[in-house]
Every structure is written in C-alpha cells, then in structure tokens.
C-alpha cells in the first residue's frame, strides 16, 4: 500500500467489520479465504448464479459458491443485484462493508448505498492502468514489466473509485495470465484484509485516482485470441501468454482450428509469416519480423500435446502456412 494509505494493524478490542464478499471465479477464492481467516466476520457471500457447462451441460457452482458452501455460509445468487428482492436481503444483513473481487455484474447504486463503508473492490492492476474486465492479460499483451492490484470504492463508474492501497508484481518474461493473476490473487488477497483494518480502525483514507495514464481493457473473447501472424514475433509471444490459458490462443489449420501453448519467439529468424518449418530446431512458424517456436498444441478433438509429435502426424508440406 503507498505510504499515504498505509493501514496500521489491527488492534486488540477494536470491533471487526461485518462483511458481504462478492466474488465469482477462482482468482476470488483467496481473498475469500484470507477474510475468513481475519478478525473481520464474513456473514454472506454474493456470487453469479449457477451456470452449465461441460459437454454434459451440467449446472455447476462458481468456485467462491463452492468455497462458501464449504465455509457454511449463506450464498446470494441473484440473476442481477438490481433485484429488489436482493435489495431487501442486502439491507437485512446489515453489514459495514462489501468487499468484491471479479464479482461479474455491476452493482447499482441503491446497492452501493447500504453498507456504511460501501463496497471495496480489489482489482487487478495498477490503477488508473487497465480499467475492465481483462486488466491481466492486457498488460501482458501490451509489454507492461510492472503491474499490481490496488483496492478502491466502488462507485458507479467503470473501476474509476478513489483508491485505498496498491501491491506491486513484476511481470516476468515467460508469465502467463494464469501465473501472474495467480500470484496477484495472493498477494491482493493481503492488501484487501489490510484496507479492511484500515477501514475499520478510521485510519486510511481515499485518495482520487491520477487523471493521468488512463488505460482500458476489455473484455477477451475468442476471435481476439487469434494469432495474427503478421505481427513481429515478441507481439505473437506476448498475446499467446496474455490469453493463456483462457480464452487461448488459436490460429487455424487446414481449415480447423489449432489451439497454441506458449510459444518462444526468435527473432532473428527469418520465415514468412505464417510458414511452418519443421526439423532439429521444432517446429517453427514465420511472423511479420522473426518467427516463434511452438510449444504445445491442440487440433480441434484432441489434447495438448507437443508440436513436434503434432507435426510428424500432420506432416506440413513445404511452404505451407497456418492461419490461411
């Protein structure tokens, strides 16, 4: 947390926060847990509604359902939190503050309005940097070496609160989004419990965000995760690793789709874009400057599996391209 909203601990006597924690997916879960384990009292939690999935289309709960479920916990699931019959259950439970992590749904301001505290969101980058859905997988995408988590009131605005605090995390060069977001969802998990004590104790305050370095980043959906190999290769690598491993990455292949691990750019190789090369070195593939390495692929039907065994079944020929 910068120096300006640093958090004191805790201290003995002085009363814990009655918490609703809203949160979805897996990257949630620690934040959920370190709540749990803090001084503060978590009473519910709020998550999306149970969804299907699977070839089998079988309704699933979300991991922080399944964690709360664990933890004996009353699971709000409301198709929109606009509905006033989560209104009425918010305002029942009486909490000072809501926490949220990767909730998934705006929050009305009636909503909002009701704990005392309001609700405080721990969001994935170094705000005003990566305001959205995708804040992870675009810093990777955009080359970024440094990113974060920072926590802020939510308010009706698009990640535009005041802050609280912010944690660092370098990128690495071989990160993917899982691996960074992983370790992001750690080490926020810490800086959130730390806002909570400083929220509770009246000891942080605030501050508005710079008006400046304003970035956005949506949402990813499949079609963006296509490989466009006329991009220079470090471009190719980094957009891999930012949409590993989801939505994955994909290029296509005689006319099917071919999902793609990781690969490792070469930059001073030179192959056109697109051209696959197979022999001692991998198998390699032409981009608009250099030309990558593949790792793991996956053809349509099939697993992952390495690029080199793909290869001797699919046999390329000579100058033959994928993503035509």
Same mark, same amino acid.
């Given at each position: 947390?910068?120096?300006?909203?640093? +958090?004191?601990?805790?201290?003995?006597?002085?009363?814990?926060?009655?918490?609703?924690?809203?949160?979805?997916? @897996?990257?949630?879960?620690?934040?959920?847990?370190?709540?749990?384990?803090?001084?503060?009292?978590?009473?519910?939690?709020?998550?999306?509604?149970?969804?299907?999935?699977?070839?089998?289309?079988?309704?699933?709960?979300?991991?922080?359902?399944?964690?709360?479920?664990?933890?004996?916990?009353?699971?709000?699931?409301?198709?929109?939190?606009?509905?006033?019959?989560?209104?009425?259950?918010?305002?029942?439970?009486?909490?000072?503050?809501?926490?949220?992590?990767?909730?998934?749904?705006?929050?009305?301001?009636?909503?909002?309005? &009701?704990?005392?505290?309001?609700?405080?969101?721990?969001?994935?980058?170094?705000?005003?940097?990566?305001?959205?859905?995708?804040?992870?997988?675009?810093?990777i995408m955009a080359g970024d070496?440094?990113?974060?988590?920072?926590?802020?009131?939510?308010?009706?605005?698009?990640?535009?609160?005041?802050?609280?605090?912010?944690?660092?995390?370098?990128?690495?060069?071989?990160?993917?989004?899982?691996?960074?977001?992983?370790?992001? @969802?750690?080490?926020?998990?810490?800086?959130?419990?730390?806002?909570?004590?400083?929220?509770?104790?009246?000891?942080?305050? +605030?501050?508005?965000?710079?008006?400046?370095?304003?970035? &956005?980043?949506?949402?990813?959906?499949?079609?963006?995760?296509?490989?466009?190999?006329?991009?220079?290769?470090?471009?190719?690598?980094?957009?891999?690793?930012?949409?590993?491993?989801?939505?994955?990455?994909?290029?296509?292949?005689?006319?099917?789709? &071919?999902?793609?691990?990781?690969?490792?750019?070469?930059?001073?190789?030179? &192959?056109?874009?697109?051209?696959?090369?197979?022999?001692?070195?991998?198998?390699?593939?032409?981009?608009?400057?250099g030309a990558v390495r593949l790792?793991?692929?996956?053809? @349509?039907?099939?697993?992952?599996?390495?690029?080199?065994?793909? +290869?001797?079944? +699919?046999?390329?020929?000579?100058?033959?391209?994928?993503?035509?």
């Open positions: 947390m910068p120096a300006h909203s640093r +958090a004191r601990p805790r201290r003995e006597g002085e009363p814990p926060l009655r918490l609703l924690f809203a949160g979805t997916p @897996a990257p949630a879960v620690p934040s959920l847990e370190a709540l749990l384990a803090s001084d503060h009292e978590v009473v519910a939690v709020l998550t999306r509604p149970d969804a299907r999935s699977g070839r089998g289309r079988k309704e699933s709960r979300s991991p922080v359902a399944e964690r709360a479920d664990a933890a004996g916990l009353p699971v709000l699931q409301p198709r929109s939190p606009r509905e006033p019959e989560f209104l009425e259950q918010l305002a029942a439970l009486a909490v000072d503050c809501a926490p949220v992590v990767a909730y998934g749904a705006l929050v009305p301001q009636a909503a909002l309005d &009701l704990p005392r505290h309001g609700w405080v969101n721990l969001h994935f980058s170094l705000l005003p940097a990566w305001r959205g859905a995708a804040p992870v997988q675009h810093a070496e440094i990113t974060g988590a920072s926590t802020f009131r939510l308010e009706a605005g698009l990640d535009t609160g005041p802050i609280f605090g912010t944690v660092t995390e370098a990128i690495g060069p071989r990160d993917t989004a899982g691996d960074l977001l992983g370790r992001l @969802a750690g080490s926020g998990a810490g800086l959130l419990v730390a806002t909570l004590d400083g929220i509770g104790a009246g000891t942080l305050t +605030a501050e508005p965000q710079p008006a400046e370095g304003i970035s &956005l980043a949506p949402r990813i959906d499949p079609a963006d995760a296509r490989v466009d190999w006329a991009m220079p290769a470090h471009v190719v690598d980094r957009r891999v690793r930012g949409v590993t491993p989801a939505p994955g990455a994909w290029t296509t292949w005689r006319g099917e789709r &071919l999902r793609l691990g990781p690969v490792e750019p070469l930059p001073d190789v030179e &192959l056109p874009a697109g051209e696959l090369s197979v022999g001692p070195d991998g198998v390699l593939v032409g981009a608009g400057r790792g793991l692929v996956q053809p @349509a039907g099939k697993r992952m599996f390495p690029a080199a065994d793909w +290869a001797r079944g +699919a046999r390329p020929q000579p100058g033959e391209r994928v993503g035509a």
